[in-house]
């Protein structure tokens, strides 16, 4: 079982939250979802999340993984140097990090994208481009320890890729 930790705050796209979270946990691994307080927030359809814990109250040694999920969400994390921080960890340890849709935009923010091969929504992927990244245009693409996907329609092949990942 793996420690997967979800970053979010409001205006996520609920299904890029709530399938991804579903099926992790399905899989047996343990979701914690970290926002800027321990509250609740809401998707960009209404999906009422409940925050477990404060990005103020987490050390990203303490998990396995990291999934970050579209919608607005990433664009307002982004905003606050502790989810670089926390985000950056993982590129920089080489543990599993994933993001789908608008999520690379925190990943941008670290500055570690350089180099990487990933994708993103479209209007996301020129901001990639930009920030050094090599951007494909595919569902899932996989670049070591970094996962990204494009839009929901690309949920049931990123899920399978993340599920695969977190099994080794």
């Not at 307080?37 to 814990?53: L, R």
């Not at 990090?97 to 670290?110: E, F, V």
């Amino acid at each position: 079982m793996k420690k997967v930790a979800v970053v979010v705050t409001d205006l996520v796209e609920d299904v890029e939250f709530v399938d991804p979270v579903n099926a992790i946990r399905e899989a047996g691994h343990e979701v914690t979802v970290i926002g800027f307080e321990k509250n609740t927030v809401a998707g960009k359809h209404g999906t009422v999340i409940t925050i477990d814990q404060s990005i103020a109250n987490v050390q990203p040694e303490d998990f396995d993984a990291l999934y970050i999920p579209g919608g607005f969400s990433p664009d307002q994390l982004r905003a606050d140097q502790r989810f670089i921080e926390f985000t950056k960890h993982f590129l920089m340890t080489n543990k599993l990090i994933s993001a789908l849709c608008h999520g690379p935009q925190l990943m941008i923010q670290t500055g570690l994208v350089h180099g990487r091969t990933m994708t993103s929504y479209l209007t996301v992927q020129p901001d990639l481009y930009y920030a050094g990244a090599r951007v494909e245009d595919q569902p899932v693409v996989v670049d070591g320890n970094l996962i990204t996907s494009r839009e929901p329609k690309d949920i049931p092949a990123f899920n399978q890729v993340l599920i695969d990942a977190l099994a080794h």
